[in-house]
């Protein structure tokens, strides 16, 4: 168990639909960051926040954003939902967002888009 | 863009076999993590590399750090059942717009066969 915990494991809806992933990162951990994981693509960065700010984008369509609340955890928002939004996603969360960086996964959310 | 090339992409093995699993990228990182991930599981982090040189061992692994932190590789020794999962080497950007970012390999997905 990482100490990052992600809500709901499983998601299905329908496409133009739009939903809300939400994760909360390890006790003490400032930086959350999401991932996004399909088949063809591989493990993708899509967005990092630090201590409720924004840190750094990676590929995340316009249709997606993220924020980090007071409380750290953070939520990613994913609308008009198409069929290869279909994927499975990772938060991650570290102490800081240091060159070190060592992150630590959550178990992820599974989104079937139908 | 960084790109890290990971091969193989498949190993299929017997159980008491060696092998290795490469990194490599024509950028620097600087650091580098090596993650185990599981099928609908987050990845597990194994190891993170930061010096260019490092080796690090972790029982019947071994983990080794270009000396221009530009690549890295996976060693296993006498390789169980256990050991079966994707291994995905992931390094980290040191500042920039990317700062904190990880970019992933495709990944080795390796099966040790009892």
């Known amino acids: 168990d990482s100490g990052v915990t992600q809500t709901p494991k499983h998601l299905i809806t329908a496409t133009g639909q739009r939903v809300t992933l939400r994760c909360s990162p390890r006790?003490?951990?400032?930086?959350v960051y999401w991932y996004q994981q399909s088949l063809d693509q591989g493990l993708q960065f899509l967005i990092q926040y630090y201590n409720g700010e924004e840190r750094a984008k990676g590929n995340i369509l316009e249709r997606f954003s993220a924020q980090q609340f007071p409380d750290l955890h953070s939520e990613l928002n994913l609308s008009s939902l198409e069929l290869g939004d279909s994927a499975l996603y990772f938060c991650a969360s570290s102490i800081s967002g240091t060159s070190v960086n060592e992150q630590f996964f959550g178990p992820g959310t599974r989104l079937t888009v139908l | 863009t960084q790109l890290l090339e990971q091969s193989p992409q498949f190993l299929s093995i017997q159980e008491g076999e060696n092998l290795t699993v490469y990194c490599n990228s024509s950028s620097v990182f600087s650091s580098l993590q090596w993650y185990r991930q599981e099928p609908g599981e987050g990845p597990v982090l194994l190891v993170t590399?930061?010096?260019?040189?490092e080796v690090k061992k972790l029982k019947r692994l071994t983990f080794q750090f270009g000396d221009a932190r530009k690549d890295s590789s996976l060693h296993i020794t006498a390789a169980q059942p256990g050991d079966t999962g994707l291994y995905l080497c992931?390094?980290?950007?040191?500042?920039?717009?990317?700062?904190?970012?990880?970019?992933f390999g495709q990944g080795t997905i390796l099966t040790v066969h009892p």
């Open positions: 992931a390094g980290a950007n040191a500042g920039g717009t990317s700062y904190g970012k990880l970019t």
């Open positions: 590399v930061v010096t260019g040189g």
């Open positions: 006790s003490g951990d400032l930086s």
